[in-house]
């Protein structure tokens, strides 16, 4: 997970410039962030981002932990696209979303709930954060059923949390390492590990990855059973080809897809049936991505 350079938006870091351009820029920047933060955050974004971070109490984690640096930077926009992928290539957790998940119909939904569950756990009191964790392993009880080669499955099966878990811990950490304005350093990636560890014993996850190595270990672990199911190949359609998105938004999502997908190891793009890298790719998809980023991180900053 190597860290890369970090691409800045020309004229948009501290350059100077006229006083009215600058307060248009401004301006404009604000209305973008309110506008994404409100489809990212849900209707109820402002009201839990101010009490997660100024209500007194506990947290789980202190201010100087990898994981506040991780969940709060916009390379998680690239790194949930790569989790969201490669979660679905185990089919027992793949069956369990197409069959209980409303992510087709109300995919910004699930959005907002997930990045809820994030800041809660991450930045919330010790209260809230258990609060989140419970609302989900309740959710999760009342979701079970049979797939289509007659397996049962349950979501609060241990194991499968575990692989969910995995993948979107890698995810998330490897994305940061390309994308992220601060890459961590080797004891800063560990530490992440073991930030994310701290939630998933919380969700019921057995024994999770609190290392690099481990965490590789155990996606090494899982490889035999991971294969994209033709829901999977559904999953990967919707997300990388038809987002639910108005026109002006598809070409930068479309640089965050691919961007997901370059992170992706070689084996999940074939199963997945998704573009390989050609010899140029390596250079271009970075290079857009850091761009498409970076402007996320410059909207989003106006909401700080």
Do not use: K
């Not at 100077?16 to 990212?40: I, K, S, T, Y």
């Not at 997930?114 to 419970?134: E, I, N």
């Not at 992170?263 to 140029?280: I, K, N, Q, T, Y």
């Amino acid at each position: 997970m190597s860290a890369a350079p970090v691409f800045r938006l020309p004229g948009l870091d501290g350059a100077a410039m006229p006083p009215p351009v600058a307060a248009r820029l401004d301006a404009l920047r604000r209305r973008l962030g309110d506008a994404l933060f409100a489809r990212v955050a849900g209707p109820e974004g402002p009201a839990n981002r101010a009490r997660f971070n100024a209500a007194p109490g506990p947290r789980w984690f202190a201010p100087d932990r990898p994981i506040r640096r991780v969940h709060g930077d916009a390379a998680m926009f690239v790194g949930g696209l790569r989790a969201l992928l490669l979660q679905s290539l185990h089919p027992q957790a793949m069956i369990a979303v197409a069959q209980h998940s409303d992510y087709r119909r109300d995919p910004w939904g699930r959005l907002q709930r997930t990045s809820t569950f994030l800041a809660a756990t991450t930045y919330g009191t010790a209260a809230d954060a258990q609060r989140a964790v419970d609302r989900v392993r309740r959710v999760h009880r009342h979701i079970t059923g049979t797939g289509p080669d007659g397996q049962p499955y349950r979501a609060d099966d241990p194991r499968l949390l575990r692989w969910v878990h995995v993948a979107e811990t890698d995810s998330f950490l490897r994305c940061h390492q390309r994308y992220g304005a601060q890459p961590l350093d080797g004891a800063g990636c560990d530490g992440y590990v073991a930030d994310a560890a701290r939630i998933a014993m919380a969700l019921g996850v057995p024994d999770p990855p609190r290392t690099r190595g481990e965490l590789a270990a155990a996606i090494g672990e899982y490889r035999p059973e991971l294969r994209a199911t033709p829901q999977a190949l559904e999953a990967a359609r919707f997300l990388v080809w038809n987002p639910p998105l108005p026109l002006l938004a598809r070409g930068p999502y479309a640089v965050l897809a691919a961007a997901a997908i370059a992170e992706l190891p070689g084996w999940a793009r074939r199963e997945l049936r998704l573009p390989r890298l050609h010899v140029a790719r390596p250079v271009l998809v970075p290079a857009a991505g850091h761009a498409i980023v970076g402007g996320v991180r410059w909207v989003m900053r106006a909401r700080r």
